[in-house]
């Protein structure tokens, strides 16, 4: 079973509208939780941490369910800009590097 | 902004040879990092770096790959013996402290290595 996954898209959505992707771990000792974005043949960046509680950075909200070992990104009033991969990482308990999920691709059009 | 540095961008070499890829990593961070990501595939971590040591490293880190902070702002990682299936992204990573949420891996722009 892989680690972290992710439904590799690619998600076709109009500017303006409301997408979510999710993201289930295997390893229910997983500790810390993020979502990056990555532009075509670009390094990933940091989006937003995942908190425990949920949270909210401007358009983009972050929930955990850990009971459930999934993860998920909501991207509000979308923009052509948003259009990238987005990847599920987690860092699990006694290690410090990140495992990536392969990302969803998401496609903005006007 | 301080960044992650990394040379080259794109370095072609023939099956069987030496490479080196070379990190500057921001400056006040004291934990590196190296990941690679195969064409169409996940990013996948090879080494962590601490201390002038490793401190983790995965099984796609083995013999033919070493890594080493020569002069305390370079971070290099070579490959002794390149294969056809080494061709993929390296990113160099760094961080100020253990990564968790709050303290952020910030990744380098890369280097495309082609092994022909």
């Known amino acids: 079973r892989k680690e972290v996954e992710q439904d590799p898209g690619p998600f076709n959505v109009p500017e303006g509208a409301t997408v979510a992707f999710n993201c289930t771990y295997s390893n229910s000792a997983s500790q810390s939780f993020f979502w990056y974005r990555q532009d075509c043949r670009k390094e990933p960046k940091l989006l937003m941490s995942v908190y425990s509680s949920g949270n909210e950075d401007g358009r983009f909200t972050a929930q955990l369910n850990r009971a459930s070992q999934y993860i998920s990104l909501l991207i509000r009033d979308s923009k052509l800009s948003d259009s990238a991969t987005y990847l599920c990482v987690v860092i699990n308990s006694g290690y410090s590097t990140l495992t990536f999920g392969k990302g969803t691709m998401l496609l903005v059009s006007p | 902004e301080p960044e992650v540095t990394q040379t080259p961008s794109h370095q072609v070499t023939q099956m069987g040879q030496e490479v080196i890829l070379r990190c500057v990593p921001i400056?006040?961070?004291?934990?590196f990092y190296w990941y690679r990501q195969i064409l169409g595939q996940k990013v996948e971590f090879l080494v962590s770096?601490?201390?002038?040591?490793?401190?983790?490293k995965s099984e796609i880190f083995d013999d033919q790959f070493s890594v080493e902070r020569p002069d305390g702002s370079n971070f290099t990682l070579k490959i002794r013996s390149t294969k056809l299936e080494d061709s993929a992204m390296y990113f160099c990573?760094?961080?100020?402290?253990?990564?968790?949420?709050?303290?952020?891996?910030?990744f380098g722009p890369g280097t495309r290595l082609t092994v022909t």
């Open positions: 990573a760094s961080s100020e402290a253990l990564v968790r949420v709050g303290y952020e891996q910030y």
């Open positions: 400056s006040n961070h004291l934990y």
């Open positions: 770096f601490y201390n002038n040591e490793i401190s983790e």
